[in-house]
């Protein structure tokens, strides 16, 4: 499977990233952007709150409505000669994709999730066709031989340096001197100038899409490149990808939903370019005229299963990557600890249930710990703008794990939790024990170079390798309450 | 990867048959389907509510995405200097191809061969000689003709509406060579017509044709194109134009 992830599991990755240095950079330097953009975005509207509501309303109506919205758009799409293809697992969606591109080599890519969740590319490759991902970003971590580590800024893990290098390996041509990094702007023109040439030959445009709108039959991109868009008019076939939750009822409704998506994901009031296709169009003689084949793969792929139970909320996501963006778990170990395509608060609840409709043993194991990858702070819950209780459906996983004969392995684990019964069905036990290891606390933190705090303690030497335990005035306050007790 | 057409279809009916009915299994009312809006009266952000002149609003927030109104002064500040009268739109474009005329050969500039008619009305195709080649794309234009230029300089094009609310250029194409002008060339050329703009996205997707009437692809467009992949700074012509330039008239 695609997969950067070196370690066998979130714990061993996320440990790993802790200790990379550029990639601790490249995460410092996107974080506070992202969340200032975002915020100043949201202040400059007074009812804010009513657009999410209204935005909503729309996601949980279009979820429920699922089944017969899906019915509309296929039999409007149809009438406007665009194909409908129906896709139960990601190997049907491949075996799809694979035969509408029969006997073509050239395909440019415009940005999709669902195509990296299908691992899309490998089965292209295979096939002997030559597969070019155009967003600067997704064409960056192509190259790179890697996943992306943000739905919305799959690079974001890379720095200039990095990215330059990449460019100069792959592109060839003129070498500049050794230890100098090109300008960001030198940079895009050259991917420009690049892709470009990739777009003018390409024989098929494989897209995603943010909305499937039902009344009109049509497929709504939104990018800021216009790689999208470029992918979709160049080439004489487009083939969009698009998870069967995608889909709202009328442009009425998408206009909702678009007024808090790019909001939620870069700050901007709406996406460069927002496009609709779909339409038969005319020709140059004014009749009604195809003038290319235009084909929709609906994708399931454990979707259907999540409709109407415990899971039923996570439908409405919008992938706006708010949550990644404002996650302390995201924003420290990046999107690659996650170990597939979907990370931050949203892959933790998305990966284990999409997981379990495919056929890969190892990454559902893998992922299934994504959901214990949470200090359920909540911001993920506070900024998302459907509403989505992405900590409670956390903890509901969490359940799920436990319950199940795999949950709870090594004798390790099954002692603490054995000790953490004990404890709190004696409250005198819990707290002499408590006061004592406040005591040893305090000792611990008057070694030499860290006064106050703690740098390794037996047991949880994992989480002291990266910072120090403070032991403060409140834990002292709190030694002299429990005595008092 | 050999699939006969037949089995193909068998297996998308069962696909389908089997993903609704997953999805009616479950579902906890069961009803029709909304094929109206949920929404009875759009929710619309206040300031939209509030604002009265839609040509500042969408003048401003267009200019704050990086798109340029071309006056038939200098340089003016001042919004209704930005709305020209129709009969100078063709004066107006010529003075800016002027000063981007290139050294060498003459640079291209793409329109629709659907819209000749009308842009000679406006003796725009006339008046830019000597600035630019005026260059037709029709339906049959496939991207291979491309291929010797592939960065064509300018492309001229109807706005359909332009929406206050965000800044927004609305284009509904009726062919994929329509289209081509939208994302190609370096710099995208675009007339609007003052009456055309509209205050919120719901009112310009109503004007956005069907289908039937001949719609291949509509696009919302805000400022040109960019990305901000690389460290997160913001550049301006990712693959799209460069630069959006606006003939705003009365």
Redesign the interface.
């Given at each position: 499977m695609t997969s950067v992830s070196s370690g066998k599991s979130f714990h061993d990755d996320a440990a790993a990233a802790l200790q990379n240095p550029s990639l601790q950079a490249a995460l410092d330097k996107a974080g506070a952007g992202f969340l200032a953009t975002r915020s100043r975005a949201f202040a400059s509207i007074e009812n804010a709150q009513a657009l999410c509501e209204a935005a909503e309303r729309v996601r949980t109506r279009a979820v429920h409505d699922m089944a017969d919205l899906l019915l509309l758009f296929e039999q409007r799409a149809r009438a406007q000669g665009v194909s409908v293809h129906w896709a139960e697992t990601a190997e049907q969606a491949r075996s799809i994709v694979l035969a509408l591109c029969a006997g073509k080599r050239r395909i440019v890519k415009g940005k999709s999730m669902a195509s990296e969740e299908i691992e899309l590319n490998e089965a292209l490759l295979q096939a002997g066709a030559e597969v070019v991902e155009t967003d600067l970003g997704e064409y960056i971590v192509q190259l790179a031989e890697e996943i992306p580590s943000h739905i919305i800024a799959p690079a974001v893990h890379k720095t200039r340096a990095q990215i330059d290098a990449l460019f100069r390996h792959h592109h060839g041509g003129r070498k500049t001197p050794e230890g100098r990094v090109r300008s960001s702007q030198t940079l895009v023109e050259e991917a420009r100038r690049i892709i470009r040439k990739k777009f003018l030959r390409a024989e098929v445009g494989i897209t995603g899409t943010n909305m499937l709108i039902a009344e009109r039959g049509a497929a709504l991109l939104l990018t800021n490149e216009g790689n999208g868009d470029l992918s979709a008019i160049m080439a004489e076939r487009h083939i969009v990808l698009a998870g069967i939750e995608r889909i709202v009822a009328s442009e009425k409704d998408a206009a909702a939903v678009l007024r808090v998506l790019a909001r939620s994901a870069t700050g901007q009031s709406l996406g460069t370019y927002v496009s609709l296709y779909g339409g038969t169009g005319r020709g140059t003689d004014g009749t009604e005229k195809p003038r290319k084949d235009m084909h929709v793969v609906l994708l399931d792929n454990g979707r259907s299963a999540m409709h109407g139970g415990p899971w039923h909320d996570m439908l409405r996501c919008i992938r706006c990557g708010a949550c990644l963006n404002h996650c302390p778990v995201y924003t420290s170990v990046g999107g690659h600890a996650y170990g597939w395509v979907y990370s931050g608060p949203m892959g933790k609840v998305l990966s284990p249930l999409l997981a379990e409709a495919g056929t890969d043993a190892r990454l559902k194991r893998r992922v299934a710990a994504l959901p214990h990858a949470s200090s359920f702070c909540g911001r993920c819950v506070e900024v998302c703008p459907v509403g989505i209780p992405l900590t409670s459906l956390m903890r509901k996983l969490r359940n799920r794990h436990f319950e199940r004969p795999q949950g709870i392995k090594g004798w390790k684990t099954r002692l603490g939790c054995l000790g953490v019964r004990l404890l709190f069905a004696h409250p005198r036990l819990y707290r002499s024990l408590l006061a004592l290891a406040l005591r040893l606390l305090k000792l611990a933190a008057r070694g030499k170079g860290h006064v106050g705090r703690v740098a390794w303690l037996p047991g949880i030497g994992g989480w002291t390798k990266t910072r120090d335990l403070p032991v403060n005035r409140s834990a002292r306050a709190a030694i002299t309450l429990l005595d008092d007790v | 990867?050999?699939?006969s057409s037949e089995s193909?279809t068998r297996?998308?009916a069962e696909?389908?048959a089997?993903?609704?009915a997953?999805?009616?299994?479950?579902?906890?009312?069961k009803?029709?389907?909304?094929?109206?809006?949920?929404?009875s009266q759009?929710?619309l952000?206040?300031?939209v509510e509030r604002e009265q002149g839609k040509t500042e609003a969408f003048v401003a927030?267009a200019e704050a995405?990086s798109c340029r109104f071309l006056t038939e002064g200098k340089t003016e500040k001042k919004t209704v200097a930005k709305v020209i009268a129709k009969s100078s739109v063709s004066k107006v474009l010529r003075d800016f191809l002027a000063t981007r005329r290139g050294k060498k050969a003459l640079p291209l500039l793409l329109f629709d061969?659907?819209e000749k008619s009308y842009w000679q009305r406006l003796g725009i195709l006339k008046n830019v000689e000597g600035c630019c080649r005026p260059t037709e794309v029709?339906?049959?234009v496939e991207?291979?003709d491309?291929?010797a230029t592939?960065?064509p300089a300018f492309s001229l094009q109807r706005a359909v509406c332009a929406i206050a609310?965000?800044?927004?250029l609305v284009f509904a194409n009726?062919?994929?060579a329509q289209?081509?002008l939208?994302?190609?060339p370096t710099v995208h050329i675009v007339l609007l017509a003052e009456r055309d703009i509209v205050g919120?996205?719901?009112q310009a997707?109503v004007r956005?044709p069907?289908?039937?009437a001949?719609?291949?692809?509509?696009?919302?467009?805000?400022?040109?194109?960019?990305?901000?992949?690389?460290?997160?700074?913001l550049?301006m012509?990712?693959?799209?134009?460069k630069e959006l330039v606006v003939l705003l008239h009365r």
């Open positions: - | 990867m050999a699939i193909d297996q998308n696909s389908r089997r993903i609704v997953r999805l009616r299994e479950t579902k906890k009312a009803g029709k389907a909304h094929t109206l809006s949920v929404l759009p929710v952000p206040k300031f927030r995405l061969v659907l029709s339906e049959e991207g291979g491309f291929e592939p960065f609310e965000t800044g927004t009726r062919t994929r289209a081509l939208t994302f190609l919120s996205l719901e997707f956005v069907s289908s039937a001949g719609l291949w692809a509509c696009h919302l467009v805000s400022g040109p194109s960019r990305t901000a992949d690389i460290e997160q700074k550049h012509g990712a693959h799209g134009p």
